[in-house]
């Protein structure tokens, strides 16, 4: 009889291996599912903190430490308009003269300047479109530099007695004019003092 249960004991000893052996894969294999899944957590949680970081660098780098600059330059509602030759302002002519009293002028007084170049022929007829361009910017103050600038502003004065002129074209004219909105600039040392000084007085007038 020990001999019959031990033949017994060892026939269902290889299926209690095999079924210990499924039990083991079964364990192994949860467990792995386990660990996966708390690798997969992890990812995300990694990810998770990345975007916030980046988020967070993002709205540092992109805010302004303290208030805004109150420096930043505020302009007054009012133009000085200057109209030259094909040069512009280039370094040496005497729209450059101009323009640099037109700065000075709106350091102190905040006005808005800007220029406009008469491209092609320098004549008066292909001059006048470009100062009633300008004078559709409802400029305070229009300083023509050349002589057909010069000439076609001469011809606006009349229309426009708002606006104040300044005539810049080397010809004699004894600093005079008909029309009491212009002012004749000599092309010399003392023309950017008198563009700036038009310019201020005009502002003044205005009420700004």
């Not at 660098?57 to 030759?85: I, M, N, S």
């Not at 007695?161 to 004019?177: I, M, T």
Request: with cysteine.
């Amino acid at each position: 009889m020990k001999t019959r249960r031990g033949w017994r004991a060892n026939k269902k000893a290889p299926q209690d291996r095999y079924k210990l052996g499924v039990l083991r894969a079964m364990t192994a294999a949860a467990r792995l599912s386990r660990d996966r899944r708390v690798w997969i957590a992890a990812g995300a949680v990694l990810l998770v903190a990345v975007a916030v970081a980046v988020g967070v660098w993002v709205h540092l780098a992109g805010r302004q430490d303290g208030p805004p600059d109150t420096r930043a330059r505020q302009y007054k509602e009012f133009d000085a308009c200057l109209l030259t030759g094909d040069k512009g302002i280039a370094e040496g002519t005497r729209a450059a003269s101009a323009w640099q009293g037109m700065q000075q002028a709106s350091l102190q007084t905040r006005a808005r300047i800007n220029y406009v170049p008469v491209t092609g022929a320098q004549s008066v007829t292909n001059t006048r479109p470009f100062l009633n361009s300008l004078m559709q910017r409802q400029c305070g103050v229009l300083i023509a530099v050349g002589a057909p600038q010069a000439r076609v502003a001469q011809e606006a004065a009349a229309r426009h007695p708002e606006v104040r002129f300044v005539l810049v074209d080397g010809a004699s004219h004894g600093g005079k004019s008909k029309a009491g909105n212009v002012t004749v600039a000599e092309p010399d040392d003392s023309m950017p003092g008198v563009v700036a000084d038009v310019i201020r007085r005009a502002l003044d007038a205005s009420g700004q």
